[in-house]
């Protein structure tokens, strides 16, 4: 089979582009810069089922992603997650969190609503994202 991203995430995300294992997403909710990586494998719900090098290389993409990401944020702190409650499919959080963020000192996840970029800020932060994930993607 072929990898196929789930709708959900697709319906919730922006696409940044990709890493060697990993679909690289901004989530769509202006409140954090919010990364979801997602390894370009099908039927995959849990980090197990990816080899012994994959989850290395999940654990490297997720860590340049969260470098990248508190470097162009300027982020007190990242936090990185897979949790998979809402959608199977295995995803990656990385999410940039700043002191008196919506959900400061919580966690993002049912933390209120989301707020969708407008365009053009999601253009604009999808393009710095690129910039800075530069020789990843």
Known sequence: MTF????RLAADT????DFALCRVLLMNDSRYPWLI???RRA??????????????LLIEEATGAGAALKSLTGAKKINT????NMVAQLH?????RFVGDDAWPGPV?????AVPYEDEAA???VADLRRALEGLI
């Open 4 to 7: 196929g991203l789930d709708p």
């Open 14 to 17: 922006h696409e940044v582009g």
């Open 37 to 39: 990586l997602v390894p």
């Open 43 to 56: 039927d995959l719900s849990e980090i197990h089922d990816l080899s012994a090098e994959e989850r290395t």
């Open 81 to 84: 997650a897979a949790l998979g």
């Open 92 to 96: 990656c959080h990385v999410v940039a």
């Open 109 to 113: 996840w049912g933390s209120g609503r």
């Open 123 to 125: 253009a604009r932060l």
